[in-house]
């Protein structure tokens, strides 16, 4: 008697008649199904089995990689915020004293034998600014937080904790840069950095680019305006820029420098040497690069190309801003626009998300020393989350029907005029840099409360909570800040 002889009933019971009497006719049978049953991998031998093969997706041991793939940012791309000195605020209207001058500066010091000097004072200036809220809503299901996830993701509360805090510090660095208080009609935006240079800085102090790229030259002037502003020490000072920025920065200077190449004597080849530009060294101090994703992503980079479909549902204002866009050349000989002939787009904007663009249906030609007003309507309908608090502005100079990814930005506008006088102040496509003096007492970002997470009620079997931030950009001493504006590739 052979081994398969000695299976008793109970044992054939457990293994089901049928299978246990295939094996008794045929034990090879029996054995290549069991390893098909067991086998690993995601390929089945039919040769081991006795006819087409069966999915076995059940009996598969899997694996998951424990390594979560991410596609967007990380903390190492927010530099702004973490480059900022944070300061506490105990109200949500925050207020300091600036000196403008210790006296005046044209007075005489000297005075008479037994007489008195000219009286000479501080100067005070008292300066306010309001606390602005940000924050973000996570949601996370009873279900989800029960099963075992694995890949990556053992603790999936703490996992979205910290996805949301880079989705808010993301929303943040934006509005370091760009925020502007008035494109938003409840006053919910504090205004960036860019808003309050060019509200409060000197007017020397503000570089119009118009398209060129940045030059060491004007890197040069920058610092001297630092200087010439009293900045104490050139160890704080920072610059920030977008990729493209640096890239085109670098350019010439790799083609130009021979220092950066040499001689590979074994091969008789030409090879690169030295390091990266990563920074400019002034007649006053080094200026390190601190390149941001952000700030191009936000502004060199936007295309009409991204706003072809509506967004936001509902609350975002979809219908159209209007049926058609106005623009009326005239003569002003302060436009820096080049003679050419120029198309129009109009992208109305809310909290929620942005409408379809509408595009002027024919060309306008102007000559040189001439500027274009735009005109265009508000939205036919008001969406139910309130009426659009801003428009983006797109300008082409040939018609952007099938070529809206070559149509760049121009500026984002409030929805309070619905109109726009275009002389080039805005170059498409172009972005902005800043030079800035990092002492406290110059810039800093002011607190009411650090990053925390707030709970809701549990009314559903959900854990919700909130994501917050009350923070506000101080620009104490605009003197001190450098903004180079419509920093491009190539002069226009």
Known sequence: MNEWQAITPSSAALFGQQVVGAGLDDPQAFHRGLQKALSSGSVIDTSLTDGPATPITALRLEDLSGILTLLTHSMKHIVFWKWLKKGGAFNITYQWNQINEYGNEEASPFYLEGGKPIPQDDVYERKLRDIKFLGVEREITLAALLQRTGGGVPDLKSMTTKTGTLHLLQKLEKNLFYGREELDTTNLAFDGLEQQILDNSPAE???????????????????????????????????????????????????????????????????????????????????????????????????????????????????????????TPAPNTLSKLPADEYWYSIVSKNRFGTSTP???????????????????????????????????????????????????????????????????????????????????????????????????????????????????????????????????????
């Open 205 to 327: 102090n503000i570089r119009d680019l118009e398209g060129d790229i940045l030059t060491p030259g004007e890197l040069d002037e920058g610092s001297q305006t630092l200087i010439d502003n009293y900045v104490e020490d050139f160890e704080q000072v920072g610059f920030f820029c977008s990729t493209d920025t640096v890239n085109n920065f670098s350019k010439p200077y790799r083609n130009e420098t021979r220092e950066r190449i040499m001689l590979n004597a074994q091969k008789n080849g030409i090879v690169v040497a030295g390091n990266a530009v990563q920074g400019y060294t002034s007649q006053f101090g080094f200026v390190p690069f601190s390149p941001s994703v952000f700030m191009g992503r936000f502004r060199e980079k936007v295309r009409l190309s991204h706003y072809l479909t509506a967004t936001g549902g509902a609350n975002a204002p979809n219908p159209i801003p209007a049926a058609s866009i106005l623009v």
């Open 358 to 492: 509408i595009t002027t249906a024919s060309g306008t030609t102007i000559g040189a020393g001439a500027q274009l007003t735009i005109d265009w309507s508000a939205p036919a309908a008001t969406p139910p989350g309130g009426d659009p608090v801003s428009y983006y502005l797109f300008r082409h100079n040939s018609d952007p029907s099938g070529d809206e990814g070559n149509v760049k930005l121009v500026r984002e506008l409030t929805a309070s005029s619905l109109q726009y006088v275009d002389i080039n102040q805005w170059v498409p496509g172009t972005g902005v840099a800043f030079m800035l003096d990092g002492a406290m007492q110059s810039l800093c970002a002011v607190q009411l409360s650090p990053l925390m997470r707030f709970p809701l009620s549990i009314v559903t079997t959900a854990y919700r909570y909130l994501l917050l931030l009350f923070v506000d950009l101080a620009v104490r001493n605009p003197n001190k800040m450098v903004m180079y504006k419509n920093v491009g590739e190539t002069t226009p």
